[in-house]
């Protein structure tokens, strides 16, 4: 939720110089004078980010410039202190949900009391009642769930707003002075007219016929792309990798026969809709970027053997990123912010590698195991987040490379013993107690031994009370227990017969109490 060096580097220093980063309450918020925007701590950098920051931003020093910014984000630093009160956003997945919720129920007419003869029935009045204030609770809840997910939003957005309003107050407040980062401002836009005639040779060779397949303009400090890029119809590879790109065009849905589309490392914050037009795309690379959502329409990416969301700040996935996406065989989503994986990534059956480290990831989702090809998984440094793994895990039949590293997770389940195509291992930094530290310095070997032994012990354990209750008498119904009376009331009689009519009757009427005895 607070901007990181990372993420908006100028408002990170600036509200690191606030006392407001000490534990918020209601109390300290309605106390007039509880932060000093005025005055803010002139503390030295500290962090090779911050040192970084300065040095390209030399009046930060200045007591004067640093507290005109200041000044300028006051909105940001009460919106972030009303944001903890209210708690972390919600999962994407929640959101979809409840934003589905009150769509169904918006408009919906409450039924009529039912009634006879003109009176209402009691009962049926009551329940209806009951039933009704129970639908209004969950429209309340969804209703809250979405406002607190667009408060994130509209606080995500002043943040980018404040970054904006930080560089530009800073510049205006050093104005006249010899700017080192000005001069090198001033050579980039040079840089950027040459580029831009190379894409218009480009465009004029495809607009004369000429093949072009493949477009390679990495590292050459690119602003923007023309729209006109998307009458290259028989482009296959597009590289603008390392540029200072801050949006594609949606023209890029014309390229429909692009295989290869390389985006990495500039400064998008966003991508077309357009991009679900590329239904033979099969590389698609948007690392190292400012990307906070990917679109929906990214699933009908239908073709996508490799994706890479890498090194940006998404806090979700697309609700339904798995469903068609059935070629799809690796997938980096490491070094985000993500709080869960969609249960959709468990329908990307083709699916061999999956990295999801430096997350925060709660857990995964329950149907992981249905991933039959996975073979490699690093979900490491997910820290006080990740705890357990579910049921389905041991499911994975593949995996030959796992790292559950840097996590909080107690224990493996018992399931994990049936792992055994699995290589290599990492479970260091966990409070692990299944297996135990012993066995997991052992290595890879003994934790699989271990597990495995787990594994057939628990399984031996089912199969044995199975077998106790398939032996265990059956109870018998009346119709049952008199038809077996019947039966050996019938044998009794036969036997008196025999006895003859000299066989004394006290014995026989012993007898036959005897029986009822027995059979009651």
Not at 4 to 11: A, D, K, W
């Amino acid at each position: 939720m607070d901007p990181t060096p990372q993420s908006h580097p100028i408002l990170a220093y600036v509200l690191s110089r606030l006392p407001s980063l000490l534990p918020v309450s209601p109390t300290t918020l309605s106390t007039p004078r509880a932060r000093d925007i005025e005055q803010p701590s002139p503390r030295a950098p500290s962090g090779a980010a911050e040192f970084d920051l300065v040095s390209r931003m030399p009046g930060l020093r200045h007591p004067s410039v640093l507290s005109a910014m200041t000044r300028a984000v006051a909105d940001v630093s009460s919106a972030r202190d009303a944001l903890r009160l209210l708690g972390p956003r919600p999962d994407h997945e929640l959101v979809d949900s409840a934003r589905a919720f009150l769509h169904s129920h918006d408009g919906k007419p409450h039924a009529a009391a039912s009634a006879e003869d003109g009176k209402p029935h009691a009962a049926a009045e009551e329940a209806e009642e009951d039933e009704e204030e129970e639908e209004k609770k969950k429209v309340a809840k969804s209703r809250e769930v979405v406002r607190l997910d667009e408060a994130h939003e509209s606080y995500g957005g002043l943040l980018r707003e404040a970054e904006e309003r930080l560089d530009r107050v800073y510049r205006t407040a050093m104005k006249g002075r010899d700017m080192v980062v000005d001069a090198a401002h001033g050579g980039g836009e040079e840089d950027a007219g040459v580029v831009d005639e190379e894409v218009v040779r480009v465009l004029r060779d495809a607009d004369e016929g000429k093949a072009v397949e493949r477009l390679l303009l990495a590292d050459r400090q690119l602003r923007h792309l023309p729209e006109q890029l998307g009458r290259i119809r028989g482009l296959l590879v597009l590289d603008v990798s390392r540029n200072q790109l801050k949006n594609v065009p949606d023209a890029i849905g014309g390229i429909e026969h692009l295989e290869e589309l390389r985006l990495a490392s500039n400064a998008l914050v966003s991508l077309p809709d357009s991009i679900g037009l590329l239904t033979s795309l099969k590389i698609l690379d948007v690392s190292g970027n400012k990307l906070r959502s990917l679109p929906d329409s990214i699933s009908k990416c239908r073709s996508l053997v490799e994706l890479d969301v890498s090194y940006n700040v998404l806090s979700y996935l697309p609700t339904g990123i798995g469903q068609e996406m059935a070629r799809l065989e690796k997938l980096w989503v490491h070094l985000n912010k993500l709080r869960s994986l969609p249960s959709s990534v468990c329908e990307m059956r083709s699916l061999r590698l999956l990295d999801a480290h430096f997350n925060q990831l709660r857990g995964l989702p329950a149907g992981i195991g249905r991933l039959a090809a996975l073979e490699s998984l690093n979900l490491s440094s997910n820290f006080s987040d990740m705890r357990d793994l579910p049921a389905s895990f041991g499911d994975l039949l593949g995996l030959r490379e796992l790292d559950l590293s840097n996590n909080q997770i107690h224990a493996l389940p018992d399931c994990f013993g049936r792992l055994e195509r699995l290589q290599r291992l990492r479970l260091d930094q966990n409070p692990l107690a299944v297996p135990p530290k012993e066995v997991v310095a052992g290595g890879v070997g003994a934790v699989k031994e271990y597990m495995a032994r787990r594994w057939r012990d628990a399984r031996a354990e089912e199969e044995r009370r199975g077998s106790a209750v398939a032996e265990s008498p059956k109870v018998s119904t009346p119709k049952e227990w008199l038809v077996r009376s019947v039966s050996s009331l019938g044998s009794w009689v036969s036997d008196v017969t025999r006895y003859g009519a000299g066989h004394d009757k006290a014995a026989a009427t012993e007898e036959e109490d005897a029986y009822l005895q027995q059979n009651l």
